[in-house]
C-alpha cells in the first residue's frame, strides 16, 4: 500500500474526505502524517483525532523560502511518501522542492485551471460573470496553479450566487474528485510521464466531471 503525506494550511475539508475515503475501504493508502505549516491550523486537530501523526512547521519561523520548504521536506522525507498531497497549503513552493517530488506532487485548486490561478477564484469568477465555475486536480509543477491535469468538475454558477454558495457548490466536487485522483495514484492508474499525465484510457470519461445542472 502507498504512503501519502498530507499538506495542510487551515480547515482540512479536503484532508478529511481523504481520511473519510480510507475508512470507507474506497481509497488504499496509508496516511502517514499531516503537516501544516500553521500551527493553528483546525485540519491538526481532525488529523490527530483520526489518529494520523500531525506536525507543523511554522514558516514565519524561517528566513527565506528555500529554508523553509528545507525543513518541511526533511520533515516530510521521514515518512518516505509515494505520494505528497496538497490540500488547501497556502505556501508557494520553490522549483527545488517542486523537482524534490516531481510525479509524486499533487493539488487541488478551486477554479477550472488554466482559469483563475491564484486566490479568491469564487469573487473572480464572479465579477467575470463567468457560468461554468470548478475545481482542478493537478500534478504540481514550478508554475503557480499550473501544471498537468489529472481532473476536473464543473458546475453552473446561478444568479444570486455569492462567494460562500460558490464556494460550497465546487467544495462539494473537491471532496469527491480528490479522492478519486489520488486513489487512481495508489492503484498506479495515474501517473506523470515526460510532464504529462498518463492514466488507464478505462478512466478517461471520469476525468470530467459535469455537473448534471450543465447538462
Ligand atoms: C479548497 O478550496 C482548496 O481547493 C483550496 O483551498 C481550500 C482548502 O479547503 N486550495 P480545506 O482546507 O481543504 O477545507
Keep these: 500500500m502507498k504512503n501519502i503525506v498530507i499538506l495542510i494550511s487551515g480547515r482540512g475539508s479536503n484532508m478529511e474526505a481523504l481520511i473519510a475515503a480510507r475508512d470507507a475501504g474506497t481509497l488504499p493508502v496509508n496516511i502517514a502524517a499531516v503537516i501544516s505549516n500553521r500551527p493553528e491550523a483546525l485540519g491538526l486537530e481532525t488529523a ?8 507543523f512547521i511554522d514558516h514565519k519561523g524561517f528566513e527565506s523560502r528555500e529554508a523553509f520548504d528545507a525543513a518541511l521536506a526533511e520533515c516530510i522525507d521521514q515518512f518516505a511518501p509515494d505520494l505528497v498531497v496538497l490540500a488547501g497549503f497556502m505556501r508557494i513552493l520553490t522549483p527545488g522542492f517542486v523537482r524534490r517530488y516531481e510525479g509524486r506532487l499533487l493539488n487541488i485548486h478551486p477554479s477550472l485551471l488554466p482559469s483563475f490561478p491564484g486566490l479568491h477564484t469564487h469573487q473572480r469568477a464572479l465579477d467575470e460573470g463567468v457560468r461554468i465555475h470548478g475545481c482542478t486536480v493537478h500534478f504540481v509543477t514550478a508554475e503557480l496553479d499550473h501544471g498537468p491535469v489529472v481532473i476536473q468538475a464543473a458546475v453552473p454558477v446561478i444568479d444570486g450566487d455569492d462567494e460562500a454558495s ?17 486513489r487512481w495514484f495508489a492503484e498506479d492508474r495515474l501517473q506523470l510521464v515526460d510532464g504529462k499525465v498518463r492514466i488507464a484510457a478505462a478512466l478517461d470519461a471520469e476525468r470530467a466531471f459535469i455537473s448534471p445542472e450543465l447538462r
Excluded: N, S
Excluded at 50 to 55: P, T, V
Excluded at 170 to 178: K, T
Design 166 to 182: 460558490l464556494a460550497a457548490r465546487i467544495l462539494v466536487q473537491e471532496h469527491r474528485i480528490y479522492p478519486q485522483a489520488v
Design 48 to 55: 490527530q483525532r483520526a489518529g494520523i501523526a500531525a506536525h
